[in-house]
């Protein structure tokens, strides 16, 4: 098997890194958070992504929203090894090493933006939101999902979810890091 063309890849994945490393943070503030670390997702979902990168079509939609379906995709992945792990009386082993396995470049972006402020003040901002909220952020803001499937996840109206999204950003927008992470509507 050939590898997909790294600078590509890395090139790509730097206008959405950011917003990659606050998903997997609020994803790891979750049940998913008691088997891996944010920096572990971020790291196998960039691996597992770079690995597919050969099937992303962008006539198909935009590689954030198909890096997202892979996160997505690492993230069930992870809860499933490790309910098995626990059924069988051990302690999950979720990820093997992959850090051969991505790019330089890539990984390089990844550490630092897990020390960037301005993401870190973002997420600080982002843990005073009620869960619903929070939710909303996750699947319009950093996923980038549509919001008729937004409402459907959240049980609401279009046009609530929509009147939500509106006043949820304009509240996110007060910080500069904001103008990264969200997904434009």
């Known amino acids: 098997m050939s590898l997909p063309d790294a600078g590509a890849f890395s090139e790509q994945y730097a ?4 917003a990659l490393r606050a998903w997997a943070v609020l994803q790891c503030q979750a049940v998913l958070g008691r088997y891996v670390e944010a920096d572990d997702l971020v790291q196998e979902v960039c691996f597992q992504a770079y690995r597919s990168y050969a099937k992303f079509d962008a ?3 935009s590689f954030r929203r198909w890096v997202f379906g892979v996160a997505s995709h690492v993230a069930a992945d992870m809860l499933r090894q490790a309910a ?6 051990f302690g999950p082993d979720l990820l093997g090493s992959h850090a051969g396995g991505v790019p330089e470049d890539a990984t390089t ?11 870190l003040r973002f997420l600080r ?9 929070r939710k909303l ?4 803001g950093l996923e980038g999902l ?6 459907r996840l959240i049980e609401c109206s279009e046009e609530t979810a929509k009147k939500r999204w509106q006043r949820l950003r304009a509240r996110l927008q007060q910080l500069p890091a904001a103008n990264e992470l969200l997904e434009r509507d």
């Open 84 to 89: 098995r792990a626990r059924a069988r009386g």
């Open 59 to 61: 006539t198909r939609g």
């Open 15 to 18: 206008g959405m890194a950011s």
């Open 125 to 133: 901002r982002v843990s005073e939101l009620d869960d619903e909220d």
């Open 109 to 119: 972006l990844s550490r630092r933006v897990a020390r960037d402020e301005g993401l």
């Open 137 to 140: 952020l996750v699947w319009r």
């Open 146 to 151: 549509q919001l008729a499937e937004v409402a």
